[in-house]
């Protein structure tokens, strides 16, 4: 299959992808443990942008010490995943928020659609970093810059450029250029009683 905008061949976009924010949808089902997908026009990009943290902090509090370790040092131990099941969850979930990013855009048929949805995402985006979540932040950049949302030229053509310099200041916060200097200068400016952080700097991707 072709994606009709500047031939995306199907096997290089990625497939449609589940929300990473599910909740119960009321206070009062405490009964059932399984919870639906919210999706954009469910909440507001603060709280979408509050419960990715949430999630990802829950995910980062569980990790050991060890599991960086055996991370990078013991990748040939028969043991390995077993040692780093915490840490495997938390990378697990930060692709996963980068991967729907990227299917959320590529959703939409039309480029007046998708800009619109590029512009929503944005604003989650400039959420996550108001609130120092900075891993779900690199998570939404890295998304953003997948090939197959870089090519929709018709598509950014129609994105507010507003929208476009707010998304290229997020980018040049998180760029790895020298390792992550101008996001390590930025966390410098944090707050220590500020938000809660989820990490102390981006962790490594596993795909």
């Not at 924010?21 to 009964?31: G, P, Y």
């Not at 928020?97 to 989650?124: F, G, H, N």
Request: hydrophobic content about 30%.
């Amino acid at each position: 299959g072709i994606n009709a905008e500047y031939g995306c061949p199907a096997h290089t976009c990625p497939s449609p992808a589940e929300s990473p924010v599910a909740i119960r949808r009321s206070n009062s089902d405490t009964k059932n443990k399984k919870r639906k997908p919210v999706s954009l026009s469910d909440v507001t990009s603060s709280q979408f942008a509050r419960h990715l943290h949430s999630v990802d902090f829950e995910l980062m509090a569980k990790v050991e010490l060890h599991e960086y370790f055996t991370y990078f040092c013991r990748k040939k131990d028969p043991k390995y995943h077993l040692l780093t099941q915490h840490l495997d969850n938390w990378i697990h979930n930060w692709n996963r928020v980068s991967s729907w990013v990227t299917s959320e855009i590529l959703r939409d048929e039309s480029p007046r659609q998708r800009a619109s949805k590029i512009e929503r995402l944005i604003d989650i985006a400039k959420q996550l970093k108001s609130i120092f979540s900075f891993n779900v932040l690199y998570a939404f950049v890295t998304g953003f810059n997948h090939s197959s949302v870089q090519r929709l030229k018709k598509t950014w053509e129609h994105v507010k450029s507003s929208s476009q310099t707010s998304l290229n200041d997020l980018e040049e916060l998180m760029t790895n250029v020298e390792n992550f200097s101008q996001y390590r200068r930025h966390q410098n400016k944090v707050p220590q009683d500020g938000v809660l952080r989820p990490a102390s700097q981006p962790h490594p991707q596993r795909h």
